[in-house]
């Protein structure tokens, strides 16, 4: 069974770009959550889509946004980037069962901005 | 607001002794508590979880005990190995919110042969 598929693994941008990740869930489960891993934070919950539907959203700004395909998969967007948007973001999908929160994680994507 | 904290950072322990890492948390709605595993260079890995109407849930080696009036969990590994020298995470979370953890800011445990 494949895990969760996270893309692409290491990206470079500079201050004011934007940037697209993508996630793919594992099959068969509906929800994908994002996370952002700095050293100094440790992992913040940025947001969470089921069925095509944001459920749940941490407390980033607007410039952090997502969505979510039928097929499941995400992504996330972050617009006019600053130098604290360099982080992991990881996502993580979990199966369509109420009650446990067991996330299972992808590998993140490393994005640096200079 | 910091709702759940590990106030280690670090942890050595010798291989074949026992590894306590803990976890404190302030949000009484908190009713699920989890440890991830992370290596470099990959994502948190699930190790064990309790539900908060136990106090105790044994996996193997590892065991995680909840303290419920003291706001409290802690992981043991024992006996510890190489193997298991990576950050460890205690997360939480309540009953309607799915997808999102707590995260703790982790424990870098490190075991020495």
């Known amino acids: 069974k494949a895990g969760v598929t996270q893309t692409p693994r290491y990206l470079i941008k500079t201050r004011g770009q934007q940037v697209t990740l993508s996630c793919s869930p594992i099959?068969?489960?509906?929800?994908v959550s994002w996370y952002q891993q700095t050293p100094g934070q440790g992992l913040q919950f940025l947001f969470e889509y089921f069925s095509e539907t944001q459920r749940n959203k941490g407390n980033f700004p607007g410039r952090f946004s997502g969505r979510q395909f039928s097929n499941s998969r995400s992504e996330m967007n972050v617009s006019t980037l600053e130098l604290g948007d360099s982080a992991l973001y990881l996502c993580?999908?979990?199966?369509?069962?109420?009650?446990?929160?067991?996330?299972?994680f992808g590998a993140g994507s490393r994005l640096t901005v200079l | 607001d910091q709702q759940v904290k590990q106030n280690s950072p670090s942890l050595s322990v010798q291989e074949g002794r026992i590894s306590i890492l803990n976890c404190d948390y302030t949000n009484s709605m908190f009713d699920y508590f989890l440890w991830y595993k992370k290596y470099p260079a990959e994502g948190p890995t699930f190790l064990i979880s309790?539900?908060?109407?136990?106090d105790k849930n044994e996996d193997g080696r590892f065991t995680v005990f909840l303290n419920k009036s003291a706001k409290h969990l802690s992981l043991h590994i024992v006996p510890s190995q190489p193997g298991d020298s990576a950050v460890y995470f205690c997360?939480?979370?309540?009953?309607?919110?799915?997808?999102?953890?707590?995260f703790g800011q982790g424990t870098i445990l490190t075991v020495h042969p």
């Open positions: 099959s068969g489960h509906r929800s």
């Open positions: 993580a999908s979990s199966p369509p069962i109420s009650g446990a929160n067991v996330l299972t």
């Open positions: 997360a939480a979370s309540s009953g309607t919110s799915y997808g999102k953890l707590t």
């Open positions: 309790i539900s908060s109407i136990k």
